[in-house]
């Protein structure tokens, strides 16, 4: 017989490797993303409700986990188990909205903590009527786990009546497959009319993958057709690789008509039988917990490469996105800076100024249509780098990601931004003047602003503006020009390249906000391979 291997070194491995998988992201839209994330999901369930508290405490009662679609009688199968009503049944679908869990009452403290489903509320209440809805206090009943205690179940057995695992509520159906991870035993309920839909049989192609072990059950089938539509359900599940799982036929009756009575003793007794015998017999115990945990255990050699793979699909999309950004700043930039050089601001109401400085034009208004021709410079620049940006992510699926799907700032906006930083170059440039009038030292020095439009007028304006310089030379000197103009360029490159970088950062800012890394692929396969070394 195969021991459960529960060495705290393999505890230990089994939680850095829940870590990595709680840590994988998968924010962006691409084709394998919604798969990825309901895997990781699914294993971190798997991990923190079973396998975990499993291996640390194998002594803990068998927890049965019947599920089932709408209607097949779940709730109606457990309380004729236990042999009274402890979940509610009826008419109404989907009945069961609250999660029940019965145990013998001496069991009642492994199931009262947060050992498993620590996401769920514990509501503790003496036996009554199950219908009160007063005993479900005042928590969303979706997330709420009510325990009830029988003595009609053996000790080291548990039953939980999961919601419908194809609920029309969208909460419930998560519900459903969360609770269905955290059992030792998956019990799957259908019906005569329903043996074929694809929700059981997802449900059983999903327990095969994982080993899991896995009882059916055919409920109210109808006496006349049970040899006929067992022989059938039989073949389905052959086909289907299933042909060993234990099969259970519950006869339609008028008890389980409207779900509102118990059926018979003699029709669950088979099912009751067996679950018994696992619980109390020492080798069948120990072979349900163990198939079911080393089948979850096995199941990670190609679930974690799967979700790695999706992680590195995740950072290699982010990569591009991330490049169509940087390429179209990088040649924006680079354009700006050459027409800097060509002395593409001296132009339009700029250069009008210009010429009609100083006699119709002062400092101040030269001034300001050259800061406007230098913010319309490189507001172009930046709408140009953004229509560059959209066009690439138009070809990107991972571009519909919420947050980058439309645009983080208006044009208003950016506009906004670029004029505060030419009109911050505008200040910074006057107080240079400043500076250099001021070390003159002499009567009859240059009026600072005029100095600041020349200057200003001698790094816009390339050729075009070779007056400008002269008329520096004649008021500060040719160290003082030289000197001005030196720090005016440097000034002028700064404020730039800042204003570029910023927009480029705020490109990117979405992007980066989702956190997309090239860590996760490498961590799941390293914690995948530091876990088979050390089974």
Known sequence: MVTLDVRPQLLDTLSALRDRVAAARFPLPLAGAPRARANRDELLAQLDDYLVPRLRQPEAPLLAVIGGSTGAGKSTLVNSLVGRRVSEAGVLRPTTRTPVLVCHPEDHHWFSGMRVLPHLTRVWVPHQDPTDELLLTDEDPARVLRV??????PRGLALLDAPDVDSLIAQNRVLAAELICAADIWIMVTTAARYADAVPWHLLRTAKEYDATLV???????HQVVSEVSRQYAALLTKAGLGDVPRFTVPELPESAWGAGLLPATAVAPLKSWLVHHAQDPAARHHVVARTAY????SLKSRLPELAGAAAAQYAAALRLTSAVETAYDKEHARVRARLQSGAVLAGDALKRWRAFPLDCTAGELLDALVDSLAALLLCAVTAADERVD???RREPAADAPGLAERKASLESAEHRIGLAARRWRRELEEY????????????APDPEVVAALVATAVLGGRRARTAGEGLAERLGAHGVLRLRDRAG?????????????ERERRLAPLDALDVHPEPQAQLIAALSVLQKER
Not at 148 to 153: G, I, N, P, S, W
Not at 216 to 222: A, E, F
Not at 295 to 298: I, K, R
Not at 433 to 444: I, K, P, S
């Open 148 to 153: 009830e205690t029988a003595d009609t179940l």
């Open 216 to 222: 059916t059950v055919l409920d109210r089938v109808p």
């Open 295 to 298: 089948g979850l255990l096995d």
């Open 391 to 393: 066009d690439a992510w």
């Open 433 to 444: 003047a400043e500076d250099e009038v001021r070390v003159l030292e002499r009567t009859g």
């Open 490 to 502: 440097r000034l002028l490159v700064e404020h730039v390249d800042r204003v570029m970088q910023r």
